[in-house]
């Protein structure tokens, strides 16, 4: 009797619920990571912010003040010892978009980034690809060739181009001479493209650089991957590596586009050699010559506003574009 009752005690009783460990909450490794990234964040923005203050916003600032100004002198004439900065609104903005040579060399350097950035783009992207193929040898040596230019300061590149680009010194003119080709590197149709071929040399280098920094990141096993299934050297370039280092040709673009309306050096130094350059030749060539030759600096101020508006537009234009197709591709 006592067993059964037992038995039967056991049996109506419930089974024991072993409890089952609590699940941990993955909030607090997220809510941690957050806050170090948002420390991160904000121990960055006080190294950067001091920089970007004095190196960016205080020089547009002070060009924008004094685009706003201009400059009255006293004396019959205008002839006299004494000046004083007058308000002037945005009437240094509109002689700069009234003088004919400022928007002509707006026009030009246009022009010549059109046809020059693509040029130094294709030369550069070629270039990184053939020196990270597989069969490249003394790669070492051709990538220090190739980026030897850019160590050339481009005063001295443009003097050293000079020098094969005037007559009766060129040899590249004597040459062509002697086969009967006169060519006038200097010449009004030519000397634009002149400048293109020294900038192109110089800057060529520089951006195969940052190519195959890019082309360096891209895993090998992907490589390895594709030449298991059977693709060329040229198909593993076209559908693996041009994708992948998209990222790369947007930076060098956008780097192209401003350093193409700061054009400068290279149509100053060959200034003296070609009379086809003038004043006016570049935008900031322009300006050069309104703060230091004319001396009106408020009007020099308001140009390189506008030079720098125009480079913020274009470049935030192309992103913008590259950007969407990215986009529709996806």
Known sequence: MNREVLNRDTLSRPAAVTPRPARRSRRGPRRRASRSEARNARAAAV?????????????????????????????PLGLGGQE????????NYA???????FLTGFGRVLLFGA?????????????????????????????SAFFLPYGVPGVIAS???????????????KIAGAVGWDLDFLSRGTVLWSIANIVTWQFTGYNMLVLIAQLKAVPGELYEAAR????????????????????ALVLTGVFSIIGTLQLFAEPMVLRPLASSIDS?????????????????????????????????????GFLRLVGGRAKERG
Not at 47 to 75: D, K, M, N, W
Not at 229 to 239: F, I, L
Not at 301 to 316: G, K, N, P, R, Y
């Open 228 to 247: 298991i299934d059977g693709a060329s050297a040229w198909q593993v370039a076209r559908h693996i590596k041009l994708p992948l280092i998209r990222p």
């Open 95 to 101: 002689q700069a978009l009234a003088d004919d040579r």
């Open 84 to 91: 004083r900065e007058v308000f002037a609104g945005l009437a």
């Open 47 to 75: 190294f950067v912010l001091p920089f970007f203050a004095l190196c960016f916003l205080a020089p547009i600032g002070y060009a924008l003040h004094q685009s706003l100004f201009t400059t009255e002198r006293t004396g």
């Open 115 to 143: 046809v020059q950035i693509p040029l130094m783009i294709v030369l550069a992207t070629a270039l990184a690809l053939l020196l990270e193929s597989a069969s490249a040898r003394a790669v070492p040596f051709f990538r």
């Open 280 to 316: 006016g030749f570049t935008p900031n060539l322009h300006a050069y010559s309104e703060a230091f030759v004319g001396n009106n600096q408020h009007a020099a101020a308001a140009e390189a506003v506008l030079l720098a508006l125009v480079a913020c537009v274009l470049s935030f």
């Open 159 to 173: 003097i050293l181009w000079g020098f094969l680009y005037v007559p009766g010194i060129s040899p590249l003119v």
